[in-house]
T-cell receptor
Framework: SQELEQSPQSLIVQEGKNLTINCTSS?????LYWYKQKYGEGLIFLMM?????EEKSHEKITAKLDEKKQQSSLHITASQPSHAGIYLC?????????FGSGTQLTVLP | DAGVIQSPRHEVTEMGQEVTLRCKPI?????LFWYRQTMMRGLELLIY????????DSGMPEDRFSAKMPNASFSTLKIQPSEPRDSAVYFC??????????????FGDGTRLSIL
């Protein structure tokens, strides 16, 4: 079965700083989904990457897929307190997603 | 548009009691998923349905767990009898097939279940 390892497990940054979260797969990545979760709430879909080398951006968040490295990265530019939460990557087919354990992001004002 | 709706949001009950969690998927979505989230094991897929038919229930932990989807707009996850180790947050998600079959899953806010 596919396993996803996220790094770092937790991250504390000052508002305005850039940061990167990584998701590494034990198997070839055919589809990679990024979600954000706030405590006590459900997962909010951020982006989906399907092709090697694909890069997508939404507001200040950019995600890339490096299929050779079996890895995806999520980069936040000029972080804000609203970016705080748990970021999870999910991989597999849309019907059989395996999730990483998440990266807890704290943004200090 | 309304998202995935789960009820109740919180449930506290005693060991041995029957627990029923409910989910209303997004209208038009033909896939429905039930997940369980714990600190120790993270987010785990329990079962998923396609067009109201259970496709894969290999993640259901025990016979105490059962899930049904009587129609396209409603699903239940039942635990009977409940045990303290079932305490977790249970999420329901739905998606549509879309082009290429890789549409993202959309999650509800979850049910936080505590078994005393």
């Amino acid at each position: 079965s596919q396993e996803l390892e996220q790094s770092p497990q937790s991250l504390i940054v000052q508002e305005g700083k850039n940061l990167t979260i990584n998701c590494t797969s034990s198997k070839t990545l055919y589809g990679l989904y990024w979600y954000k979760q706030k405590y006590g709430e459900g997962l909010i879909f951020l982006m989906m990457l399907q092709k090697g080398g694909e890069e997508k951006s939404h507001e200040k968040i950019t995600a890339k897929l490096d299929e050779k490295k079996q890895q995806s990265s999520l980069h936040i530019t000029a972080s804000q307190p609203s970016h705080a939460g748990i970021y999870l990557c999910g991989a597999g087919s849309a019907r059989q997603l395996t999730f990483g354990s998440g990266t807890q992001l704290t943004v200090l004002p | 548009d309304a998202g995935v709706i789960q009820s109740p949001r919180h449930e506290v009950t005693e060991m041995g009691q029957e627990v029923t969690l409910r989910c209303k998927p997004i209208s038009g979505h033909d896939y429905l998923f039930w997940y369980r989230q714990t600190m120790m094991r993270g987010l785990e897929l329990l079962i998923y349905f396609n067009n109201n038919v259970p496709i894969d229930d290999s993640g259901m932990p025990e016979d105490r767990f059962s899930a049904k989807m009587p129609n396209a707009s409603f699903s239940t996850l039942k635990i009977q009898p409940s045990e303290p180790r079932d305490s977790a947050v249970y999420f329901c998600a739905s998606s549509d097939r879309g082009r290429g079959g890789n549409q993202p899953q959309h999650f509800g806010d979850g049910t936080r279940l505590s078994i005393l």
